[in-house]
């Protein structure tokens, strides 16, 4: 079922309640909307040769899971034979994360990004 079919049942609420109800009510449904919109960025399939950015607006953990503190937004790489294909190289790119507060390398499939065209394995 796609995320926002999730919200029918209450929107179908929303024909019944007095006003100050469906005022808090369309609030709340906003902020889902939101969180929905997100989790369906995160989600999407990447093209067959996304951008660096692709990448990282797809990468779904947003903190070190070494030390729970927040990774930058920023993709370190280099060419590797099994990496991934970058739109903005002609070889395959080696890709990861440095997290800034424990120094540890997050390889991207670490952190929940496919190649594309594949499923997280766990290794690789
Ligand atoms: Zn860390």
């Not at 079922?1 to 309640?17: I, Q, T």
């Not at 939101?34 to 960025?41: H, L, P, R, T």
Request: hydrophobic share 40%.
């Amino acid at each position: 079922m796609p995320p926002n079919e999730l919200l029918r049942p209450a929107k179908a609420l929303l024909a019944v309640m007095g006003p100050q109800a469906r005022w808090m009510f369309e609030q709340e449904v906003e902020r889902l909307e939101d969180a929905i919109a997100v989790v369906e960025e995160h989600t999407a399939p990447l093209p067959a040769k996304p951008s660096l950015r692709d990448y990282v607006r797809a990468i779904p953990i947003t903190e070190c899971p070494g030390c729970l503190n927040p990774l930058p937004p920023a993709i370190t790489y280099y060419s590797h034979p099994d990496g991934w294909p970058v739109a903005e190289f002609d070889s395959l790119q080696w890709l990861y994360i440095t997290c800034a507060h424990c120094e540890i390398d997050w390889a991207l499939w670490k952190l929940g990004v496919p190649r594309p065209g594949q499923e997280v394995t766990g290794n690789g």
